[in-house]
């Protein structure tokens, strides 16, 4: 007669917890775009966050008019540095080579992300860490 009781409180008082936002799944882990659920196991958050960076980016690319009348198309590297509480700094084009406004273009996309955030980097005994991210935007003609 005890396990209906103890099914009953479990669930009472599991709800009322909330669920880590960044959750520690080990020591030397990378920073996890948010837009996951909490409690996913490690590779899975890590596909989720890649997927859903990279499609927000790509939501708020915008090909700059003259790059696209000269039908210049190519792959743009940004760099930047998630902090320990999350957010996004020291933004940089590192790699432009077709110029025409889409280092600009791609610099912007990414910084869009700020509103979103990260989980930060985690190191030695799962504290947060700096961590330099750096990632490359494509541009293709339709």
């Known amino acids: 007669m005890h396990f209906p009781i103890l099914m009953v409180w ?3 008082t599991t709800g009322s917890q909330p669920l880590d936002e960044c959750p520690c799944f080990a020591e030397g882990q990378r920073p996890i775009f948010k837009g996951c659920d909490p409690g996913t196991i490690y590779g899975d958050y890590l596909e989720c966050s890649t997927a859903a960076f990279f499609k927000d980016i790509y939501a708020n690319l915008h090909y700059p008019d003259e790059a696209a ?3 210049l198309q190519g792959t743009v590297i940004i760099s ?3 902090l320990e509480d999350g957010t996004m700094a020291h933004f940089e084009v590192k790699r432009d ?3 025409h406004g ?3 273009a791609a610099l912007e996309a990414v910084k869009g992300l700020s509103s979103k955030g990260f989980c930060p980097a985690r190191g030695e005994a799962c504290a947060p860490v700096v961590y330099k991210m750096t990632v490359p935007v494509g541009f293709k003609l339709k």
Do not use: R, S
Request: charged share 25%.
């Open 80 to 82: 930047f540095d998630v």
């Open 69 to 71: 009348k000269l039908g």
């Open 102 to 104: 889409l280092g600009e």
């Open 97 to 99: 080579d077709q110029g």
């Open 10 to 12: 479990m669930l009472l």
